[in-house]
């Protein structure tokens, strides 16, 4: 009896953990498996494979593409009001693939602004003659004369379309008192920006107008920007008379100037007041 017992306890089947033996087998389980080494996490549903995480790495990559994007204009910017006009120049012509980084970042910038300043400038135009001839000092990408009847001379440190003339803007190759209008759209960056105005003085012809767009904080002498009265009396002793300043708009400050019939000769002695950079925060 006894080894009746043994023998029968010798031949009963050992119990094995089967289970992923039983999974192994399951065609449903090899195929996710499979998919799952070959980088397909498709489920047993058919759904299209990680659809959704392929969303959230996108989403995720463009925004850290977006990041570093911002984070390359806020540099180039900071490079651009704290150096002088030709060192901007050299700065673009070794890698002019900054300046387009610097304008789409630009751009950016200005879809938060309720209002565009290079817009009224383009309104207060159309209301004058088209036969005003006019200079447009750092024009971007040549909005203004696009969108005037005027001849419009555009400036800029890099030309990516034949219409814009890549230079230092305090050395244009424009005649003395050859032009209407002088433009300076958000484009006093250059730690030298009185020589920007000095040339658009010698460049304007007696009565041209000077009109100027500047981002509002860096005239706000409460938080370290330049008194705009200081800088209206530098622009009047270069040699302009002060026709009117608009302070309505909370992001800029527009002001215009007309050139004196009669100069003096002491522009040498200008106290130009030092302009607040414009440094944008991160977002």
């Known amino acids: 009896m006894e080894e009746e017992r043994s023998n029968r306890k010798r031949k009963r089947p050992r119990r094995r953990n089967n289970r992923a033996e039983k999974s192994s087998n399951n065609p449903k389980h090899r195929d996710q498996v499979v998919n799952k080494i070959d980088g397909d996490d498709s489920g047993p549903s058919g759904a299209p494979p990680a659809a959704a995480n392929r969303r959230v790495s996108s989403a995720f990559l463009d925004k850290m593409r977006a990041k570093l994007s911002g984070g390359h204009f806020r540099m180039i910017n900071e490079k651009l009001y704290t150096c002088t006009g030709s060192e901007a120049l050299d700065y ?58 005027n001849k419009v001379f555009s400036f800029d440190l890099v030309s990516q379309d034949p219409s814009v003339i890549a230079c230092d803007m305090s050395n244009t190759p424009l005649d003395t008192s050859s032009i209407d209008v002088a433009v300076f759209c958000l484009s006093l960056m250059g730690t030298n920006f009185a020589s920007y105005l000095q040339e658009a003085h010698r460049v304007l012809k007696k009565s041209g107008w000077l009109l100027i767009a500047e981002v509002k904080s860096r005239f706000d002498p409460n938080n370290g920007g330049a008194d705009p009265d200081r800088f209206s009396k530098a622009i009047c002793d270069l040699g302009f008379a002060s ?36 440094l944008y925060k991160r977002r």
């Open 243 to 278: 026709v009117s300043k608009d302070f309505s708009n909370k992001m800029f400050i527009l002001l215009y100037f007309k050139k004196k019939e009669k100069q003096n000769s002491e522009n040498g002695k200008i106290v130009w007041p030092e302009l607040k950079p414009c």
């Open 92 to 149: 673009f012509k070794e890698d002019p693939t900054l300046f387009n980084v610097y304008h789409t970042g630009y751009q950016e910038q200005m879809t938060h602004w309720p209002e565009q300043p290079v817009n009224i400038i383009i309104k207060w135009l159309k209301d004058c003659s088209p036969s005003l001839l006019v200079a447009d000092f750092g024009c971007g990408d040549a909005h203004l004369a696009r969108n005037v009847k």
